[in-house]
Nanobody, 117 residues
Framework: VQLQASGGGLVQPGGSLRLSCAASGSIASENVMRWYRQAPGKQRELVAAMGSGGIPNYADSVKGRFTISRDNAKNTVYLQMNNLKPEDTAVYYC????????????WGQGTLVTVSS
């Protein structure tokens, strides 16, 4: 399984970006796709997740501002980020648990989001 993330960039505070992550390879029908981020000098943290059933989960810090969605036909997960803040600056990684009852976890290469005026 390979994950290809895209969509990062430089945005001003209050702005928006949409990240995409396309999965390819042998993908289980039951899987969880997640977005993590890692800011300089900080640990990687879970931002949002969505299983095949479509129920989203969010970190408290992004609730009401970020929206995770997925297109199962395209094996793609999105992260719509609105009202961005400087503290959202980080490298964002997509992640897949390929199969609910497995330990098959895959990571994308990361995409940098910089929120600055």
């Amino acid at each position: 399984v390979q994950l290809q993330a895209s969509g990062g960039g430089l945005v001003q505070p209050g702005g928006s970006l949409r990240l995409s992550c396309a999965a390819s390879g042998s993908i289980a029908s039951e899987n969880v796709m997640r977005w993590y981020r890692q800011a300089p000098g900080k640990q990687r943290e879970l931002v949002a997740a969505m299983g095949s059933g479509g129920i989203p989960n969010y970190a408290d810090s992004v609730k009401g501002r970020f929206t995770i969605s997925r297109d199962n036909a395209k094996n793609t997960v999105y992260l719509q980020m609105n009202n961005l803040k400087p503290e959202d600056t980080a490298v964002y990684y997509c992640n897949m648990l390929n199969g609910y009852r497995t330990a098959n976890v895959y990571w994308g290469q990361g995409t940098l989001v910089t929120v600055s005026s």
